[in-house]
């Protein structure tokens, strides 16, 4: 299930805290984050012990516009959570609302 930039822009507005994984690069990363854990997609099958609890609880993915985040939606509900959200239109669409 997919998350709109709108939703995810007023759970962040009322200071919620969410289990945000932002998988773009690093320098995309330093570019512009919304304050997301960085892991980049490459890096992600190795690096799911840092998710590690968060097996059934919500993981909202996100990247620049929404396909690389597709692929950790994928490689994530793959590997046991059951509750991943992908950010429709990534940070493009973010940053456009």
């Not at 994984?21 to 890096?43: F, H, M, Q, S, T």
């Not at 609880?57 to 996100?62: D, K, L, Q, S, Y």
């Amino acid at each position: 299930m997919d998350i709109t930039v709108q939703e995810l822009k007023e759970r962040l507005d009322k200071g919620e805290q969410l289990n945000l994984i932002d998988v773009r690069e690093p320098n995309e990363y330093e570019a512009d984050n919304i304050g997301a854990k960085l892991i980049p997609l490459g890096d992600l099958p190795y690096e799911l012990d840092q998710l590690d609890g968060l097996q059934d609880e919500e993981v909202i993915v996100h990247c620049r516009s929404g396909a690389r985040s597709a692929r950790a939606q994928q490689l994530l509900e793959e590997n046991g959570f059951t509750n991943v959200r992908n950010v429709t239109g990534g940070m493009l669409a973010y940053r456009a609302q």
